[in-house]
T-cell receptor, first 112, second 113 residues
Framework: GDSVTQTEGQVALSEEDFLTIHCNYS??????LFWYVQYPGEGPQFLFR?????EKGSSRGFEATYDKGTTSFHLRKASVQESDSAVYYCALGRTGNYKYVFGAGTRLKVIA | GGIITQTPKFLIGQEGQKLTLKCQQN?????MYWYRQDSGKGLRLIYY???????QKGDLSEGYDASREKKSSFSLTVTSAQKNEMAVFLC????????????FGHGTKLSVL
């Protein structure tokens, strides 16, 4: 079946550092790929999605590019802020299939 | 814009107790979901419903029941709470299946004594 792997369980950075959170997927065809962000005490919020090879999704300074060749959708941000501290989830969905697949999540802590 | 409201925000139960969590959405979405969130395990699907009165089991349905009597509401019942269980239950909805974003509520945090 489909699966999503987030390599980092936790990431600690200083403000203005560059962020990369790795997301790799295992699935046939072209599933839709998503990034969500979850702040303490809240539910996950949609960041952006992509559904075609080389398509870039972006929001709030975060971006990721759908790469069919490496089956990846890595999240990047050029300069993180303390307010970016949250848990980030990579997810996969398919048209016609109600079951989304989520990665285990990556907890980002940004120190001022 | 719409909102998903989950009640209660915190739920404390006793071992063996039957506990019910409620979810309301005003997006007019057809599809609703219940996920369980445990630290380090991501979100796991318990039940989903594609329309009023429809129920579909997810990967983690054992020990849970669900109910969708109205399009706007979706309830989850823990049939017998397990001692020392602690998890966050998230309700979500979507306009379409699979390829569109999910909208989440803020969650219900369950603790079992």
């Amino acid at each position: 079946g489909d699966s999503v792997t987030q390599t980092e369980g936790q990431v600690a950075l200083s403000e203005e550092d560059f962020l990369t959170i790795h997301c790799n997927y295992s699935a046939s065809g072209y599933p839709a790929l998503f990034w969500y962000v979850q702040y303490p005490g809240e539910g996950p919020q949609f960041l952006f999605r992509a559904s075609r090879d080389k398509e870039k999704g972006s929001s709030r300074g975060f971006e990721a590019t759908y790469d069919k060749g490496t089956t990846s959708f890595h999240l990047r941000k050029a300069s993180v802020q303390e307010s970016d501290s949250a848990v980030y989830y990579c997810a996969l969905g398919r048209t016609g299939n109600y079951k989304y697949v989520f990665g285990a999540g990556t907890r980002l802590k940004v120190i001022a | 814009g719409g909102i998903i409201t989950q009640t209660p925000k915190f739920l404390i139960g006793q071992e063996g107790q039957k506990l019910t969590l409620k979810c309301q959405q005003n997006f007019n979405h057809d599809t609703m979901y219940w996920y369980r969130q445990d630290s380090g395990k991501g979100l796991r699907l318990i039940y989903y419903s594609i329309t009023e009165n429809d129920l579909q089991k997810g990967d983690l349905s054992e020990g849970y029941d669900a109910s969708r009597e109205k399009k706007s509401s979706f309830s989850l019942t823990v049939t017998s709470a397990q001692k020392n269980e602690m998890a966050v239950f998230l309700c979500a909805s979507s306009i379409y299946r699979g390829s569109e974003r999910l909208f989440f509520g803020h969650g219900t945090k369950l603790s079992v004594l």
